[in-house]
């Protein structure tokens, strides 16, 4: 006879909820009905699992450490070739200091998050900070204070729902960034009213460690309807091929107050293409790029999957021309669709000045694109 615990208790129910997520976000409930489909949903769910588990079991408001959200091995929620993530636990019961670093970045942020308690996904943005307004030395090195009491800057109060924090490293480099390991920036958070020593690890505290992570991975699966069952933000369509107009995003959670962000998705024959043109906007940073059906970029290691400003090749009048295709056109500004007839173009733009373009799509031919 097992021992019983609360920990064997909490983890009983995890391997029960992978079970129910197998049975139904897996599967036709969550539109899902092909071999193929099954399998990218499996190996979403290990990268969320991974993610969770590095970023939820070991949570401690008193104790935070930043850990990177995805990396190009670990993705979801809508991550981007071009950016580098941290996040880090935090309450308003406590106050904080950061240490960090530009790092050559083109953009930085830090949102304060609600909602985010005991592994759960965001339910708004309750604060926001960019670099426009850090006090930031010549070498590009800064310190922000969250929570305590107020300064003249450099400072963000922490709302009583307060939970998570999360900043944003932009880069408009020739590479990704994401997938540099020299261009991860040096970041550091500190708990300035935690007690002196930790109480060692329990069954209590294990247990509520497991419970966590099974909130988390269930948040970011089962409580993430299909987007044609759930309701919209209003900077996604439904519509193949055919953009919203870029909008901010509101407090919506997991969202950057200061962007515009486009999103639509993308069905593509097998002998099509889909052209797509329009105008940088005057921002700080800009960029698109392909996801899978669960908001994973695609393999930016290896193919052409994504586009900055700094990538683009622009036509004579200044508009961009970018090529969407399951094989190379032979053309400039080609992303690339690793084969998959449907997925998600998304756009984000920083600190927009001005009038923002909505890009246009159009679905041609492949043999007519290279006539």
Excluded at 10 to 16: G, M, Q
Excluded at 21 to 48: C, F, K, Q, Y
Excluded at 199 to 228: E, F, Q, W
Excluded at 335 to 340: R, S, Y
Aim: aromatic share 10%.
């Amino acid at each position: 006879m097992s021992i019983q615990t609360e920990s064997r208790a909490a983890l009983k129910d995890f391997i029960a909820l992978l079970q129910e997520i197998d049975a139904r976000w897996s599967g036709p409930e969550w539109n899902l009905h092909s071999p193929e489909d099954i399998v990218a949903s499996h190996r979403s769910l290990m990268h969320t699992l991974e993610t969770c588990l590095i970023g939820f079991f070991e949570q401690d408001a008193t104790r935070p450490d930043f850990r990177r959200i995805v990396t190009p091995s670990r993705k979801l929620t809508g991550d981007n070739s071009d950016a580098i993530y941290f996040d880090a636990p935090v309450s308003a019961e406590h106050a904080y200091v950061i240490h960090g670093s530009m790092h050559g970045a083109a953009y930085f942020s830090l949102t304060i998050e609600e909602g985010a308690e005991d592994g759960l996904m965001a339910s708004n943005t309750a604060g926001v900070i960019n670099d426009e307004k850090l006090d930031i030395d010549n070498n590009g090195q800064f310190t922000l204070f969250l929570g305590g009491k107020q300064r003249d800057k450099n400072w963000l109060p922490l709302t009583p729902g307060a939970s998570r924090v999360t900043t944003r490293h932009y880069f408009e480099n020739a590479t990704c960034a994401a997938r540099e390991p020299d261009m991860e920036p040096r970041i550091r958070i500190e708990c300035l009213t935690a007690k002196a020593v930790p109480a060692p690890p329990n069954d209590a505290s294990v247990a509520a460690g497991i419970r966590r992570v099974s909130n988390a991975v269930r948040s970011r699966t089962l409580g993430m309807p299909p987007m044609v069952k759930g309701p919209l933000p209003p900077f996604v369509a439904l519509t193949p091929n055919e953009f919203p107009a870029p909008v901010p995003p509101g407090d919506f959670g997991l969202a950057a107050y200061d962007a515009h962000y486009s999103m639509a998705p993308f069905f593509i024959g097998p002998d099509e293409a889909l052209v797509i043109t329009g105008r940088w906007p005057e921002c700080r940073f800009g960029n698109v790029c392909l996801w899978n059906r669960f908001q994973q970029t695609l393999d930016y290691r290896s193919r052409s999957v994504s586009l900055n400003r700094a990538q683009t090749l622009l036509e004579a009048d200044g508009s961009f021309r970018m090529i969407v295709a399951h094989t190379d056109p032979g053309q400039t500004n080609w992303l690339d669709t690793e084969g998959n007839l449907f997925g998600l173009v998304f756009w984000r733009f920083f600190l927009v000045s001005g009038d923002v373009e909505t890009p246009q799509g159009k679905i041609v031919k492949l043999a007519d694109l290279n006539a």
